[in-house]
């Protein structure tokens, strides 16, 4: 008990002595929080001048709730619980392996590193966004895990910043399930986590975004504004009762396995959930929702 409390404090003196350091380093081009503000300003900046529904506001429905969002979900909340959450969680499962002889690297099937660079980073890039989807899928068909999904699905206006509007149970849920597959296939290291971590900010950005774009033939490899939109629809069509467009980077794989849904131009399509006018509207009441519902 004593080394995992040990880790606990650990994990936070050493995430909180990062986030200073992110905060007084501004010109490094790994700085997640700055590179966060760049990205979400010129994003907005499009949304501005290239909007989709021209009707929408600036600063449309709950901005400034998706915004406050944002920087606790990309940054309070690794301090608050994730880190911490992270590394006992690692250990745990490194002392359950211990018990049959095991250890993490015994799992590893091979190595990203003995790869060029490139292709490394591509694999990489794959199983992230392969796993993530799936993990995507299981947030819809698992009802107490919809109950945490519902928090993003609660935007009623898209806009670059709802991309990072969800319950912080969320990560926990995709970080554990990514663990495994990260042991098995190793060999990463901290620049192709921030290449991958920095691309896949951008895509999120777009897709939430009010912009009318769809990337002409890309649009079958990368998820997109027109596609994803229908990922937020109210009104579920009958043969896709759970959902459908689930790709946070790449369409592809709802494609590949026929879960994509895009009807028609869905610009002017109502977003949201059924009992949505049961759903609270403040960060702390959607916060303790998924564990006061009984549903």
């Not at 406050?68 to 992270?86: E, G, K, P, T």
């Not at 990203?112 to 995507?136: A, C, R, Y």
């Not at 759903?279 to 549903?295: E, N």
Request: avoid cysteine.
């Amino acid at each position: 008990m004593e080394k995992y409390i040990d880790i606990i404090l650990k994990s936070y003196s050493g995430y909180w002595r990062y986030l200073k350091y992110e905060l007084t380093h501004v010109y490094h081009w790994d700085n997640y929080f700055y590179g966060l503000i760049v990205i979400s300003l010129v994003v907005w900046l499009l949304e501005i001048l290239f909007p989709w529904r021209k009707n929408q506001s600036i600063f449309r429905k709950d901005f400034w709730l998706d915004t406050f969002y944002m920087f606790f979900n990309f940054f309070l909340l690794n301090l608050i619980v994730l880190i911490a959450l992270s590394n006992t969680t690692a250990e745990f499962f490194n002392d359950i392996l211990g018990l049959f002889g095991w250890h993490v690297d015994s799992l590893q099937v091979f190595s990203v590193s003995e790869l060029p660079k490139w292709l490394g980073l591509l694999i990489f890039f794959l199983i992230i966004d392969f796993v993530q989807w799936n993990t995507h899928i299981l947030l819809h068909r698992v009802p107490w895990l919809w109950n945490f999904h519902k928090v993003h699905h609660s935007v009623k206006e898209m806009g670059f910043a709802a991309h990072l509007r969800y319950h912080w149970m969320e990560p926990v849920v995709y970080n554990s399930i990514l663990y495994i597959p990260i042991a098995i296939i190793g060999g990463f290291n901290v620049q192709d986590v921030s290449i991958v971590y920095f691309f896949s900010i951008v895509i999120g950005h777009l897709n939430h975004a009010n912009l009318g774009w769809n990337y002409g033939p890309l649009k079958y490899i990368f998820n997109n504004p027109k596609m994803h939109i229908w990922h937020h629809v109210k009104e579920l069509p009958e043969h896709k009762k759970y959902g459908m467009n689930y790709g946070l980077t790449l369409s592809l794989w709802d494609y590949i396995f026929n879960t994509h849904h895009v009807p028609h131009d869905g610009r002017d399509i109502e977003l949201g959930f059924h009992d949505e006018d049961d759903f609270p509207k403040t960060f702390v009441k959607q916060t303790i929702y998924p564990i006061k519902s009984k549903k």
